[in-house]
């Protein structure tokens, strides 16, 4: 039957707006009125025939593929094969995309800060709204392994790069979005404006820090930035780093000073303690200036709590006692896990705990909400608020029997007591 010969009953008062469009087009297909192989009328043509709007169309549109009536062809949408409509486990499934190498989380990652834990968010989440999940490593994923994914029409898909997104993550995440499967990114290298994403509010995290540190009376903070990046193009994450304390010195009064950029060095043939002694003069060096120079810094900002060990050990090369001749703040929070034979866990004056699990919850509800038709078709974009956490000081016996009689935690949080050094939007 032509496309004019499509009829729309009356919508029954209940009745989502989405609901209808999905009922109507499966009755069409049911009763051959569109069959198989027939393209479908476009969406603004089935808004204008429906008297609703094209997200709501979207949404119809996208349970009908979901539940295999329908698939995509090209720019439209064509009438699936009778014998293709056999349910898929895949259409509860959402496929999760990551590049961390590890099986299983170390034991001794006690913290949330790590970056495994946004996976491991997204998978709670995911695990409370019954859906299954499915973790693919995108490095060992082929072309036809893609195309046999997309062909049992999975709920949809979240990839997770905490690097430079590869090409083999790339292939995938847009095979799957021009496949229509819904896709939901977190990913702080590039800006990728092409997919849903969610991030971590990195500016405002180290704004939090600056005002901590000029609310303790340091003036001239350095930002210590050391990484696998080339020094003309540095991360996104980064980059919203400095403008967070660029905005907070602006509005302090502070002299905004520049940041100290370590280039990557390697060490070949060193191994243990030899290893870190070489990293901790070689990060001296560029330290000098900034910490015995004629105007020293007075604190220092740390790209993350992994870098503390190395920066306190070049700090005490060059005569200066972290924490007492020199402020430093980390970032992550994952400080307390990097004890190691020797030396204690580099205790930070302040870090930023970037809220990973919210993270890994923001990306299933973004991910739900496209699903559902609920968004703009641009591409959106989710911030989490990051949270700043001051350690205590190592507890004493006696203070530690007052927090079990008082039930108060010796891991307060800044912002708590003092407005001042919250993190602000």
Known sequence: MSRMGLT????????????????????????????????????????????????????GLKRLEDERWIARFGRGRIVCARKQRTPSILGNTVLLLSTRHMPSLPAHWKTTGWQIHVELGAQEALRLAGAHVLVLQPQELSVQDLAQLIEQRPKGAIAIASDRIADPMRQAIEHLKRAGIPVVLHHEWEDLTSFDRVRSDQASGAAALTRFLGARGCRRIRRVWSGNWPA???????RQRDNGYLRACQAAGLEVLDAIQVAPHE??????????????????????????????ADA???????ALQTVFAACRLLGKE???????????????DLAEAGRPAPRPLATVDKENPRIGEALVALLNDR??????????????????????????????????????????VAGENDPHVGIAS
């Open 267 to 296: 060490f070949p043939g060193l191994r243990g303690e030899a290893l870190f002694e070489a990293r901790a003069r070689f990060l001296a060096g560029y330290l000098l200036e900034a910490l015995n120079g004629p105007a020293p």
């Open 300 to 306: 220092l900002m740390v790209a993350s709590d992994g």
């Open 232 to 238: 003309d193009r540095p991360p996104q994450w980064l």
């Open 8 to 59: 729309v009953e009356a919508a029954v008062h209940s009745d989502k707006p989405a609901v209808r469009v999905f009922r109507a087009i499966r009755k069409w297909v049911e009763k051959g009125d569109l069959p198989e192989g027939e393209h479908l009328p476009s969406e603004q043509e089935l808004a204008d025939r429906f008297g609703v709007s094209r997200t709501a169309v979207r949404a």
């Open 371 to 412: 699903i559902a038709g609920r968004l703009p078709e641009a591409p959106q974009e989710r911030v989490v608020e990051p949270r700043l956490v001051v350690p205590a000081e190592p507890a004493t016996t006696d203070s530690l029997l007052h927090a079990y009689a008082t039930g108060r935690s010796d891991r307060p």
């Open 322 to 336: 972290p924490q007492r001749d020199i402020a430093i703040v980390g970032y992550d929070d994952y400080w307390s």
